[in-house]
């Protein structure tokens, strides 16, 4: 009976991860999803704050849909779209850099570091809350290294061995 209990957590936590690990990020969604929940990704390099972008003017890009706010940034998208897209496919830069689980980002909190840009966790439902970007901005050079480290290992495939 212990054995069975013990099996059957350790198979949900294993299920857990799996789900977490394997959950479409920000940017990548379903194929009719709205990246950033709409604001446009060049607007945080080219104007230097984020701005919503408008429904005309988008772009589908491996499987998720961008806007712009303008038709400029739209075609600078369009020419290096690698270029703008938020580091660590959207997630919470600071919850990757803590081995944490995967948090939404909320796109008005954010920072560019070495031309990438990073979004960050609302930690308050009522108001904007920039805590988490306060302590990644505490030691930003650790926070990035970190957090490529563990997204590196987070997104390794998987290796399945027969055993012989």
């Known amino acids: 009976m212990k054995y069975y209990r013990y099996t ?4 949900t936590i294993l299920l857990l991860a799996f789900l977490t690990i394997s959950s479409p ?6 194929s009719d999803s ?5 604001y446009d990704p060049v607007a945080y390099f080219e104007q230097g704050r984020p701005m919503k ?6 772009v589908t890009y491996e499987g998720a849909t961008y806007l712009f706010y303008s038709e400029e940034n739209k075609a600078l998208f369009e020419q290096n779209p690698d270029q703008y897209l938020p580091a660590f496919d959207g997630w ?5 850099a803590k081995k944490s689980a995967r948090k939404l980002p909320d796109p008005r909190i954010w920072k560019i570091q070495d031309g990438r840009l990073l979004l960050f966790s609302n930690a308050s439902h009522t108001h904007v809350d920039d805590s988490y970007a306060k302590a990644w901005n505490k030691k ?10 563990y997204w590196m ?3 390794l495939p998987a290796v399945v061995t027969t055993g012989e």
Do not use: S, W
């Open 25 to 30: 990020a920000v940017g990548q969604q379903a």
């Open 92 to 96: 919470c830069a600071f919850a990757v």
């Open 153 to 155: 290992i987070m997104n």
């Open 53 to 58: 972008g408008l429904k005309e003017q988008h």
């Open 34 to 38: 709205v990246a950033l929940t709409g």
């Open 140 to 149: 930003p050079e650790q926070n990035l290294f970190d957090a490529d480290y």
């Open 8 to 11: 059957l957590e350790f198979l």
